[in-house]
DNA sequence: TTAAAACCCTACTTCTTTGGTAGGGTAATC
DNA sequence: GATTACCCTACCAAAGAAGTAGGGTTTTAA
């Protein structure tokens, strides 16, 4: 399961993308809108902005901005960084791998079956982007 | 990520499956072979006894072993006995679904992506038994 | 029939992660 | 130069994951 903190990126992320190109969004006003903490959501932001998916502007009339374009940021991106791992077992991780102790990935009938669930969840995860969040 | 128990669960389902139709395995065999903690082995079969996975006969001679054929068992009941939902958010879970706060399901992005990646989760999950544990 | 084998059950502990809070620091802009 | 608004560090509580302890109960085979 997503954690919250991953479905408040989510929740956020939508606002920003509405807004996209019209100027930045305040902190406090997507929290207050999206009933979201406060400064939880600040450190969400602050995530997606190190990962160069958002920007920031200071000052007066600052606030926070989509920095790419909404349907070129795949879910699966947000996901990564807020989240971690995609895939149900370390071992067939793309970007969080880890060996799994006591299995043979050669002769290991599970690990084969979670290569191909996650080959299905990214085909769907990357393929839809910021710009789905919107209906 | 599946949890480590759940990893446990298969490791030892492996060997149930391969001893399948030839009588009982003693948890403590199980435990040793796959370097399990004994008792939470333990728990973990009394679990998927009680799901009708397993059966169990008790004194001398006694041990777990499949009730069911292995290729009857598809993988995702077992993930969903021992480790919970599937889906990556709880308004689309099957099994387990939760109404998600501040969310309109009808008008959310998100759920129908994710509603389409549990599909494709199920779609593999489903359809993989306990019989392709075995490579 | 009785003792040992082997599962059954409850409770507890420890560690990590998650979700959230507090409070001040720093940069930008009006 | 004061205010606005983001930036950063540290901390805290609750929940879940992982594992431990220890005794109870049923079965069966000698």
């Keep these: 399961m997503l954690s919250k903190k991953t479905q408040y990126a989510f929740r956020a992320l939508e606002m ?3 807004n996209y190109e019209q100027g930045p969004l305040l902190i ?10 406060l400064k939880f959501l600040e450190n969400i932001l602050l995530e997606l902005k190190k ?3 958002l920007e920031s502007k200071k000052g007066k009339g600052g606030g926070y901005s989509l920095l790419l374009k909404p349907s070129k940021v795949p879910v699966a991106r947000i996901i990564r960084v807020v989240d971690g791992p995609i895939a149900m077992l370390p071992c067939v991780s793309l970007y969080f791998y880890q060996k799994c102790d006591n299995c043979n990935e050669k002769h290991c009938g599970l690990h084969d079956i979670m290569i191909g669930v996650r080959d299905a969840q990214l085909a769907i995860l990357e393929k839809k982007t910021l710009a789905d969040l919107i209906v």
């Design 51 to 53: 990962d160069g998916v």
């Design 16 to 18: 920003l993308v509405k």
């Design 28 to 37: 406090s006003e997507i929290a207050r809108k999206k009933k979201i903490p």
